[in-house]
């Protein structure tokens, strides 16, 4: 029995995509994973964050390709929140665990890449609300870390 094989011919084998719009955005769906990028938007600045986010089924990995931003990571117990945190640097991926509290500090013009397990942002998400004492202690460690930045620049 002759085997055949058909060449299946496309016009375009690769797609592109650039997101210039602030905010979330998923934009390469597969089954089982997503890339999205999120760019700089008002809430995402240190002086409005007011929350922590939590993905119980997927890790998210996180690429800085341009601007300044500050990952943020959090253990809640008890005792209170500890609070862990990097200057994010271009093209080095950065992971927070499945479980892990998180958030991320942005100034203007960042843009990020994440990925994630598919339709992470319509289902696996909780958030917890920081209190006034807890966002101003994160503040104030955010805008330590982005003002040593700028005093090198």
Known sequence: ??????????ENLMEKYQIKANGYHPFLIRDGWQVAQLNYMPEQEIGNITRLDVHRLTDE?????????VLIAAEISESGI???????????TYNIPVGTWHNIAMCEGCEIILVEKSNTHISDFEH???NHVQQEELKHKVSTILNNVRSLK
Not at 82 to 92: D, K, T, V
């Open 61 to 69: 990995a996180f690429i800085l390709l341009k601007g300044h931003a």
């Open 1 to 10: 029995m002759e085997e055949k094989s058909e060449m299946i011919k496309r």
């Open 128 to 130: 917890h609300e920081l």
């Open 82 to 92: 500890r609070f862990q945190m990097e200057l994010m640097e271009p093209n080095i």
